[in-house]
Every structure is written in structure tokens, then in C-alpha cells.
């Protein structure tokens, strides 16, 4: 029997919740660690602040560190189950093809590399915090924690928002925009949408060529939360709608 003869298994009731219910778990968790962190460090305005501002800062914080950026990662590893059932509910029964395996492992790396920068914060930074605050630390030395925290910001930053949240978030919405303007399990607005989510989380990336981009990362981000909350609430509704 070929694939086209295959008889058509709609996904299950309790697919469509568990998407939904994921989706806009992922769409409104932001909120929390943007709140601890932006109460406690100032974030996201602390990501550009200069070491010396930066430590000491961190180190009076710190409970509150850990926990903002906890909370972000566990935001940040959730990315890529959303990432994988928006693209099985996207895509037509039966293997998944190129675009979606392209999808798939964008939102791999993406968690991973969002992950990668969050955890900069959680070791590396708080390390060098607890030395900076040591007391008779020489100013050579000082100089040089500070030295190594701006390297180690700007290294984690780069592959956390910059390819994470930027590059391979854009190529994740991009294509799974596509796959469902191409397969038509969604309604079009969902792939169009999609596509503009994926365009606009990845204009902050341009940092990386030297280039000032037309839009924060914080605006960016906002605006594929939204894409996410809107596809939750459809799968809700399609799974409230469903009869199996």
C-alpha cells in the first residue's frame, strides 16, 4: 500500500491538549524570570553593564540569580518540546520530511544553545563575583576578573541570544511556517505569522556582523511569545473541538 493510500489518522485529542497546554506554557513562562531577574539586576539592561558594576551587583543578588535564571532555563529547555510538537501538529501524518526535520533540529540547538548562555550566569559569573568581592584583592587583579567576566559575557552572549534566541529560534519559526503553509494541517495565518515571528526574533542576531539591530532582543522575543500563545490556544481548541 502506498503512503497515499494510507487512511488519514487525525492526532489525538490529548495531543492537541497536551500542545496547547505546552504552548502557552512556553508563551507566558517568560514573564516569570524577566520579573525576578528585572526586580533584582535590572535585566535585560544588566547584560550590557560594564564587570564592575556587573559583580558586585550579582553577588548581592544572588539567591535571586539563581533563581531568574533557573526559571530561564527551564523556560529555555522547554523551547524544544514546543518546538517539536508544533512541528508534528504542522506536519502531515507519517515521516517527517526534510523541512520538518530541518525545524526539528534548529529548536535542538537552539535550546541547547540558549541553555549554554543562561548557565554562563549560573557558574562562571557567580565564580568570578565571589572572587571579585574577596577582600585585599589588588587592582591588578580586579582588572583581570573583570577582564575575564566581559569575555565570558560576551562569549555566553553570543551563543545564547545571538544564536539561540536569534539565529536558530528564526530558522525553527521560519520553517515550521513553511511546513504549515505547505501542509495545510494549520490554517494559514498560523504559518504567516510564523514566518513574521521568525523574521523579527532574528533581527538582534545582526550584532554578530557588526551591525546595530533595528530591534531589541526583548522586542523580538515578545513577538514569537505571542506566536506561541496564539498556536496554544488553537490546539486547545481543536482539541476541545476533537472527538478522540
Do not use: C, H, K
Not at 211 to 228: E, H, K, N
Amino acid at each position: 500500500m502506498s503512503s497515499s493510500d494510507t487512511p488519514y489518522t487525525p492526532p489525538s485529542r490529548t495531543l492537541w491538549l497536551i500542545a496547547g497546554i505546552v504552548l502557552l506554557l512556553q508563551g507566558f513562562s517568560i514573564f516569570a524570570p524577566m520579573a525576578v531577574l528585572g526586580g533584582a539586576i535590572q535585566w535585560p539592561d544588566s547584560l550590557d553593564y560594564p564587570p564592575a558594576r556587573m559583580l558586585p551587583l550579582l553577588l548581592e543578588q544572588i539567591d535571586a540569580v539563581r533563581l531568574g535564571y533557573g526559571l530561564y532555563l527551564g523556560y529555555s529547555l522547554l523551547f524544544l518540546v514546543t518546538g517539536a510538537l508544533t512541528v508534528r501538529l504542522a506536519s502531515r501524518p507519517g515521516p517527517l520530511g526534510v523541512l520538518g526535520l530541518i525545524a526539528l533540529g534548529a529548536a535542538a540547538v537552539s535550546a541547547l544553545a540558549r541553555a549554554i548562555g543562561i548557565i554562563r550566569w549560573l557558574t562562571g559569573s557567580t565564580t568570578l563575583a565571589e572572587a571579585y568581592s574577596a577582600p585585599g584583592l589588588s587592582a591588578d587583579a580586579r582588572t583581570a576578573i573583570e577582564a575575564m567576566q566581559g569575555a565570558l559575557n560576551s562569549w555566553g552572549g553570543a551563543i545564547g541570544e545571538a544564536l539561540g534566541v536569534a539565529a536558530f529560534a528564526a530558522i525553527w519559526a521560519i520553517s515550521a511556517g513553511l511546513l504549515i503553509l505547505r501542509d495545510r494541517q494549520l490554517p494559514a495565518w498560523a504559518g504567516l505569522t510564523g514566518l513574521a515571528a521568525g523574521v523579527l526574533v532574528a533581527l538582534p542576531g545582526l550584532e554578530l556582523f557588526g551591525i546595530a539591530p533595528p530591534v531589541s532582543i526583548v522586542l523580538s522575543t515578545t513577538g514569537i511569545q505571542l506566536w506561541f500563545m496564539a498556536l496554544g490556544f488553537l490546539f486547545l481548541w481543536r482539541g476541545l473541538r476533537s472527538s478522540s
